[in-house]
């Protein structure tokens, strides 16, 4: 039964989301290429991305067991990108200060909140509560002609030179069917053309299916004016009631049934936020009364370790990160065989690092798996689908704490075992940098990427009541 299938909470940990961001890094159009002709040098003269490159192929096993069916859901959409800087241009809006919207009604409030995430180079995503005005703006982006593609809006369709699958649970199981011997299930509000772009080993549930498609505009930007934004990132809008209501959610829960995973990944409850608390809420409660998934809530929202932090300031403290994700294990996670809570397993991720937490005596291979989402991380944001050490840069701190209180363990990243491993009580922790891509060309849908990657990697340890 699908019940007794291992759930996977994919918290949007990345740091955007954490603090009033979006849930993924963004995503340009590219074309892969072939794998990099890299000869290899002595030893000695062997940089750190080499290093910790060469070590990820050394040591980055599949685990014992693997996954052979796996459910997701219930994020899904088409991804139409545009120049951010161009599209409010066509929009007759000026440069001006940053402001941060959770929900936007006018061209205004996107200027303002699309400044105060580019002066961050955070990514960010938000829901456009104005049908008609988001209309408007979408045609405005059709008809920019410095656009990257040329897009013809109606009221309910995009035609652009090229389309991209969008949505959390989407991108996921695209990811997830790169390997031919898992078969995965996805619910979500998918449309004729979001359906055409899906790969032919992904399954469908009619109940999924509707007439029209939901579209996200995806604004690219580096700098505007005087503002020039630390990274490459973008910003996410729409006007997505769908998702936002995950209306897809019964259909989901009603097909485990007949699907039987072994792997339930649920995603996109981000996408409520412009929805209002009730609504929120009340799916939340649904969700947990339908599948028994305790909620994790950020520590912020949580009053939990840090909350006082609005925005991180550059790389995120490794100590600080590990504090906030034991609190989320403790007050919502299996820390004890007896809690009726399912939480066991967080993955953090952010530019620089990415890190694993996971309750002791549930998860095997974990090395392996955190390894694994900051390699595809690596190559996929260059457009490449292996790392090619040239392209890429460690911004990682080679030296960190276990937390940012006393007592705590002083720790170091050694680029030849790249993979530092630490342990709260029984929750442990495994690190790993990210090669940063020194111009990305595809970010979009990283995040899920490296979720989706890592749990390809992991393997469930049954021996435990769950």
């Known amino acids: 039964m699908w019940r007794k299938a291992s759930a996977a909470a994919l918290l949007a940990l990345a740091v955007g989301y954490f603090y009033h961001g979006g849930s993924e890094l963004?995503?340009?159009?590219?074309?892969?290429?072939?794998?990099?002709?890299?000869?290899?040098?002595p030893e000695s003269q062997k940089s750190l991305e080499q290093v910790v490159s060469s070590a990820w192929e050394t040591l980055i096993t599949l685990p014992t067991r693997q996954w052979s069916r796996v459910a997701v859901g219930v994020n899904a959409c088409v991804d139409v990108v545009v120049s951010g800087v161009g599209l409010l241009q066509a929009l007759a809006v000026d440069p001006g200060s940053g402001l941060n919207h959770e929900v936007l009604h006018s061209k205004e409030d996107l200027k303002e909140a699309f400044i105060y995430y580019m002066e961050r180079g955070a990514a960010a995503e938000r829901f456009f509560g104005d049908s008609e005005v988001f209309?408007?703006?979408?045609?405005?982006?059709?008809?920019?002609?410095?656009?990257?593609?040329?897009?013809?809006?109606?009221?309910?369709?995009?035609?652009?030179?090229?389309l991209y699958v969008g949505g959390n649970a989407a991108l996921i199981a695209q990811k997830l069917a790169t390997y031919p011997d898992l078969v995965v299930l996805l619910c979500g509000p998918i449309g004729p053309k979001l359906h055409e772009m899906l790969d032919e080993q992904i399954v469908v549930p009619p109940g999924s299916m509707q007439?029209?498609?939901?579209?996200?505009?995806?604004?690219?930007?580096k700098q505007w004016g005087s503002t020039e934004a630390p990274q490459a990132n973008r910003f996410i809008f729409s006007h997505d009631v769908s998702n936002g209501e995950m209306s897809s959610l019964e259909t989901f829960v009603e097909s485990l049934e007949e699907f039987d995973p072994e792997l339930v990944v649920l995603s996109g409850l981000h996408m409520m936020e412009g929805q209002g608390r009730e609504l929120w809420e009340e799916r939340l409660k649904e969700l947990h009364r339908a599948e028994r998934a305790g909620a994790a809530l950020p520590?912020?929202?949580?009053e939990g370790p840090h909350a006082e932090m609005v925005a991180w300031q550059g790389i995120p403290d490794v100590g600080r990160v590990s504090d906030i994700l034991l609190w989320i294990l403790e007050q919502h996670g299996r820390i004890e065989p007896?809690?009726?809570a399912d939480l066991t397993r967080i993955h953090f991720h952010t530019l620089a690092y990415h890190?694993?937490?996971?309750v002791d005596?549930?998860?095997g291979n974990q090395a392996s798996a955190v390894m694994a989402g900051a390699r595809v991380a690596s190559s996929q944001a260059c457009g490449l689908q292996a790392v090619d050490p040239s392209k890429v840069e460690l911004k990682a701190p080679l030296e960190f704490y276990s937390s940012h209180a006393e007592?705590?363990?002083?720790?170091?990243?050694?680029?030849?075992?790249?993979?530092?491993?630490?342990?709260?009580?029984?929750?442990?922790?495994?690190?790993?940098?990210?090669?940063?891509?020194?111009?990305p060309l595809r970010t979009v849908g990283l995040g899920d990427a490296i979720s989706a990657e890592g749990l390809v990697y992991s393997e469930f340890e049954t021996q435990q009541p769950f």
Do not use: M
Request: aromatic share 10%; charged share 20%; net charge neutral.
């Open 361 to 363: 005596g549930y998860w």
């Open 135 to 162: 209309q408007r703006i979408a045609r405005a982006a059709a008809e920019y002609p410095g656009a990257k593609a040329r897009i013809i809006y109606s009221a309910n369709s995009f035609l652009l030179n090229k």
């Open 211 to 221: 007439e029209t498609d939901e579209y996200h505009l995806i604004l690219e930007y």
């Open 299 to 302: 520590s912020q929202a949580g």
């Open 407 to 439: 007592p705590r363990e002083q720790l170091s990243l050694i680029p030849e075992q790249p993979v530092t491993v630490w342990r709260r009580g029984n929750v442990t922790f495994y690190l790993t940098a990210v090669l940063v891509c020194r111009q």
């Open 26 to 41: 963004p995503e340009q159009i590219l074309t892969y290429i072939g794998l990099p002709n890299i000869q290899t040098p």
């Open 355 to 358: 890190i694993l937490a996971t």
């Open 338 to 340: 007896s809690s009726e």
